[in-house]
C-alpha cells in the first residue's frame, strides 16, 4: 500500500523560506503525482503544487508560482516542497498526497488524489 509521511512544518516569520518534505513508499510498478495541498482555518483545501515521476512535469498554483519549488530527491522516493518569501497568508496544514495513474492530478484537483498523508502545520508569523 501507498503511505505518505509528511514532516517538516514550523513557524516562521514573514519572507523566510520552509521546506516540506513527503516521504513516499509502496508505490506500485505505475506511473504517479505526488501533490502537496494546504488548508487555512476556516478554508477549503486547495492544491499547491504537484510533480509527475513519468515526466517530472510540475505544476503550481498561481498564488505560489516564483516562490515554491516543487522536486522529488535522487531516490525518487522523498518530494520537497521549498517554499520561500512565505507569507501570512501562506499559514495553513499542509497534506501531500499521491495519484496513481491518470492525468486529471496535475490539475490539481483533490478528487484526482488516491492516498493522503497526514498535514503539517506551517505557520507564518507578520
Known amino acids: 500500500d501507498v503511505q505518505l509521511q509528511a514532516s517538516g512544518g514550523g513557524l516562521v516569520q514573514a519572507g523566510q523560506s520552509l521546506t516540506l518534505s513527503c516521504a513516499a513508499s509502496?508505490?506500485?510498478?505505475?506511473?504517479?503525482?505526488i501533490g502537496w495541498f494546504r488548508q487555512a482555518p476556516g478554508k477549503e483545501r486547495e492544491g499547491v503544487s504537484c510533480i509527475s515521476n513519468a515526466d517530472g512535469r510540475t505544476y503550481y498554483a498561481d498564488s505560489v508560482k516564483g516562490r515554491f519549488t516543487i522536486s522529488f530527491d535522487n531516490d525518487g522516493t522523498t518530494v520537497y516542497l521549498q517554499m520561500n518569501s512565505l507569507e501570512p497568508e501562506d499559514t495553513a496544514v499542509y497534506f501531500c498526497a499521491a495519484a496513481i495513474g491518470g492525468a486529471f492530478w496535475r490539475t490539481l484537483r483533490e478528487e484526482g488524489y488516491d492516498v493522503w498523508g497526514q498535514g503539517t502545520q506551517v505557520t507564518v508569523s507578520s
Open positions: 509502496g508505490f506500485p510498478d505505475a506511473d504517479y503525482g
